[in-house]
C-alpha cells in the first residue's frame, strides 16, 4: 500500500462537504468524454447515495487535473481508488477499480471496506 499527498483532493472536498468522520475516501478519475463514466455518474452514483454518503467522495476532472493522473498512475478512467486518510494532507489507498462498475459491484466493495 502506498501513501499519497492528498492535498489537491482536499481542497476540493473541502468545497464538496463534511469530512467522513471514519476517514475514508473515494477518488474517482472521471473524464465527460468517457462514455463509461457518464453512464456511471447517470446509472450507478444516484443508486448508491446512502452508502456513499458515508465516504468522502471526490470526483477529479481528468482533463482539468492531469499531473494528478500521474501522481496516482493513473493509466485509464473510470479508476475509482478508495483511501483511508490518515491526516489531513495524506491517505493510504486500499483498493483500486478501473472501468465501468456496476452498482451492485461498487456497493459490495464500499460495506466491505467500511467494515
Known sequence: MKTLLLTFC???ATTMGHAAENGRTLIIFSASWCPPCQQMKKDV????????SQWDVILVDSDKFQSSLKAWKI????????AKR???QYATEVKRLIGYTSA???KKHLDTLLR
Not at 452514483?45 to 456513499?52: A, G, H, N, Q, S
Not at 493509466?75 to 478508495?82: E, G, M, R, V, W
Request: charged fraction near 25%; avoid cysteine.
Open 10 to 12: 482536499l481542497l476540493l
Open 45 to 52: 452514483f444516484p443508486l448508491l447515495k446512502t452508502e456513499l
Open 75 to 82: 493509466d485509464s478512467i473510470p479508476t475509482i481508488i478508495f
Open 86 to 88: 490518515e491526516n489531513k
Open 104 to 106: 451492485s459491484e461498487l
